[in-house]
């Protein structure tokens, strides 16, 4: 799977609210990151294919670290990835 393009250079700490649903920005071109704001739907990226939001209920309200450099492997979370 082809990951976007960084908004970010860490992760960034959220305060999420239990029941609540969360559109993760997948594509890195959100101008409200780290969620998303439509912006993968157009134009194309370079290869061709859209991207998609990536939706996050939180089971109870506490402070989360999403990805903003959109090359994390657990979805819509960071897992340290800006450091490689």
Same mark, same amino acid.
Request: proline fraction near 0%; hydrophobic fraction near 20%; charge should be positive.
């Given at each position: 799977m082809? *990951?976007?393009?960084?908004?970010?250079?860490g992760p960034m700490a959220i305060e999420v609210e239990k029941g609540k649903s969360y559109y993760w920005c997948?594509?890195?071109r959100s101008k409200k990151q780290p969620f998303c704001d439509g912006?993968?739907?157009s134009p194309?990226?370079?290869?061709?294919?859209k991207f998609t939001p990536f939706a996050y209920k939180a089971e109870e309200t506490? *402070?989360?670290?999403?990805?903003a450099c959109k090359q994390?492997?657990?979805q819509p979370f960071c897992d340290?990835?800006?450091? *490689?």
């Open positions: 082809s *990951k976007g393009q960084r908004a970010g250079n997948a594509c890195g912006s993968h739907t194309l990226n370079d290869e061709g294919t506490k *402070k989360m670290f999403f990805c994390t492997n657990n340290g990835s800006h450091n *490689k």
